[in-house]
């Protein structure tokens, strides 16, 4: 994961997010597990590799790797359970 550079500026003079922002911003949102209830497979959007995990558990699916970026431009599915 790239380091986030603590003496550049997080947003440009606009207040718009500095593109170096917003790479580290991703890749930690890609790095942070989701957690919820049941499969996630049409119900969660999220960046493709990122990690869900079912606290529920139900029928030995407890975690989920998102490994297509979306299916028939639904962004919400793409999941298999790992």
Avoid: C, H
């Avoid at 593109?19 to 989701?34: C, K, Y």
Wanted: proline share 5%; glycine share 10%; hydrophobic share 40%.
């Amino acid at each position: 994961m790239a380091k986030l550079n603590t003496s550049f500026p997080v947003v440009d003079n606009t207040g718009k997010a500095e593109q170096s922002f917003r790479l580290w911003a991703t890749q930690v949102e890609t790095a942070l597990p989701v957690i919820g209830e049941g499969s996630p497979e049409g119900n969660v959007y999220a960046p493709q590799f990122s990690l869900y995990i079912d606290k529920l558990g139900l029928a030995g699916a407890i975690e989920y790797r998102k490994m297509l970026t979306d299916i028939a431009g639904d962004n919400t599915k793409g999941w298999m359970a790992v």
